[in-house]
């Protein structure tokens, strides 16, 4: 079994990932590649050195210290040759303006639970817990049986935040060990899926479909992005198959596009097709809503930033 998994947040007071105050706990690597995802740090399942442009005083320590000569200082500052680049950690180390991080880091089980147990307190009076995020979680699906043992051994509320996309073998016993499970439903074009996903959509399909059969606590999101995900149709078709799958679906979230995560991208080095695209507008988040509610999806809400017409 693996003693440790990379992971490159623990975010706590968290209130978007499930009922309560929460720490969430995001672990990296995800076999999709949507493209609007807006933790690009958690795609790659390796550590990430992430340099802040804001922060540089252009010293060059970092030039020097590193030992396979993977940076260069140049006229739009530091460049990171990323595949020679073992994100040791170093040039973090010598940075005296905390302009490099580096973002993955290994946890064994025991060492994440007592940082979860840490608020108790606040789960305790919120009625909250754990949320198991990404990334993809069942990447590392062996952590994560031993991590909601652990969790639920210590008594706390567990909610797996998962793409469903993983072999029923790896996704049912996880979703059977969790109290709730956050599954995202993008698009039901399968086409489409494929497109902006990079995966197929009948395994992400049967996953929700099983969570139906063994009526399992569910929140389904979908991210509404501009062009992709958000025409009538496609909340409608998503909304009806909650209706007529998911029985143990109590809330369906749809989450507005956001592009704040552009500078991430930017930081990683990385392409964001999306950089330009604007907050996606209230008023279309309430008629989406309403389309859903007219599905038959059971509390529907509008969860993120979004953009209202001057009154
Ligand atoms: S993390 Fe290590 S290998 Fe990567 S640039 Fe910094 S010093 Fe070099
Ligand atoms: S050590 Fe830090 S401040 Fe100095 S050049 Fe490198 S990133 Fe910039």
Redesign the pocket.
């Known amino acids: 079994m693996s003693r440790e998994a990379v992971i490159f947040n623990v975010q706590r007071f968290s209130t978007e990932d499930g009922p309560g105050i929460r720490t969430t706990c995001f672990l990296k690597g995800c076999p999709l590649s949507c493209v609007w995802c807006h933790n690009p740090e958690g795609i790659s399942p390796r550590p990430q050195t992430m ?1 802040y442009d804001v ?9 020097d210290v590193c030992p396979v000569g993977a ?1 260069t ?1 140049g006229d739009k ?2 460049k990171i040759n990323r595949s020679t680049c073992s994100a040791c950690g170093k ?1 973090a180390d ?4 905390a ?2 991080e580096i973002i993955g880091k290994s946890w064994t089980p025991e060492a994440l639970t007592d940082e979860v147990l840490r608020d108790s307190a606040f789960y305790e009076t919120s009625g909250g817990g754990v949320t198991i995020s990404g990334g993809e979680p069942l990447a590392q699906h062996e952590f994560v049986m031993d991590f909601i043992s652990r969790c639920k051994g210590a008594g706390l509320h567990v909610a797996l935040d998962t793409s469903g996309y993983a072999a029923p073998a790896v996704f049912d016993p996880a979703a059977d060990a969790a109290d709730m499970v956050l599954l995202d439903l993008k698009t039901m074009n399968p086409a489409a899926h494929l497109e902006l996903t990079g995966v197929p959509l009948e395994p992400v399909l049967r996953s929700a479909r099983s969570l139906g059969e063994t009526r399992k606590r569910v929140w389904i999101r979908t991210p509404v992005i501009p062009g992709a995900t958000d025409s009538d149709e496609n909340i409608t078709a998503v909304a009806r198959f909650i209706a007529d799958n998911i029985p143990g679906c109590d809330r369906y979230d749809i989450l507005p596009f956001s592009n704040i995560c552009a500078s991430k991208y930017e930081r990683l080095g990385m392409e964001f097709r999306f950089k330009e695209t604007p907050l996606v507008p209230m008023e279309r988040m309430e008629e989406l809503k309403a389309d859903a509610e007219r599905a038959g999806a059971p509390n529907v809400v509008i969860q993120g930033l979004t953009t209202r017409k001057p009154q």
């Open positions: 340099w922060r540089c005083i252009g010293c060059r320590s970092c030039v940076l200082a500052g530091i040039c010598a940075c005296p303006a302009a490099i």
